[in-house]
């Protein structure tokens, strides 16, 4: 399927885990993808893939400046600028009283301020292009799942963000939509081991009964969000968490 063809698309954590299998699926369906990363081999190493059409970009998403720098790039090298996926987060799980100000300057940066640095720097291409933004939020936040706080607060802010600028932007053109994953990267798996009842629980309770795959069962759903088969969705959150949500 080459549904893609013609977009450009600037995927944060691009390189690897689910960014990484967005970047390999939007480039299969025809796109090009600015990969921004801070793991440098994992972007060298996805680059390589399709040399023509990925270009890595090794940055911290919470900064500003590498926001723009993405943009710069879409556009010089691309000519445009027609989706933005900002599925980069980092965060500390730990009980809500032990949470320093570092952790939440941690999940914070690198989740809201991050989203919302990239879909200002996007915008006016955006415009251009009539093109979306997906943006990650995650069961966790929607549970309030314990250890979770600094990173479900952030999340919940950028479902916020998204509802705001999809009937903001929607005379643009541009659509906001939000997915909320669940899938077995790297990781969840480090989750896992530390903290393995967790993890359990969360497979019994998923009616698909089992983690997603990052490339078959999650980028798909950012390729359809990107698309034009969507031109009708704004504003969503799409749970593609194996039937654990219901989200009325
Ligand atoms: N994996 C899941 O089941 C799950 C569940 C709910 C929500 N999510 C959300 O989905 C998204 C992707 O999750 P994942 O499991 O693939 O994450 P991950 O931690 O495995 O990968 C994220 C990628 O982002 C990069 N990254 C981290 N900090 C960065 C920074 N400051 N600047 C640039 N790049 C940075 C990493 O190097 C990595 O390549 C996140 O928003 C996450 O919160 C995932």
Redesign the pocket.
Known sequence: MKNLEGHVVIV?????????AITTVLTERGAKVIA????EE?GAEIEKTHPERIVFLK????KES?AKEAVRIAVSKFGKLTGLV??????RQKKLMDLTEDDWALSF???FN?SLYFMKASYKELVKSKGAVVN?????ALEGQPLQAS?AAA?EAIRGLSRVAANEWAEDGIRVNVV?????????VNWKNEHPEQYEEVAKKTPLHR??S?QEDIAPIVAFLLSNDSKYMTGQTVMA?GGTVKLR
């Open positions: 944060t954590g691009g390189a690897a885990g689910i960014g990484g921004v990363d801070i793991n994992a940055g911290d998403v919470s590498i900002n599925n980069a987060h980092a965060s940066g690198t989740g991050a990650f939020g995650s069961g966790a990173y999340k909320c994953p669940l899938a077995l990267t790297e990781g969840v983690f997603g990052p968490d």
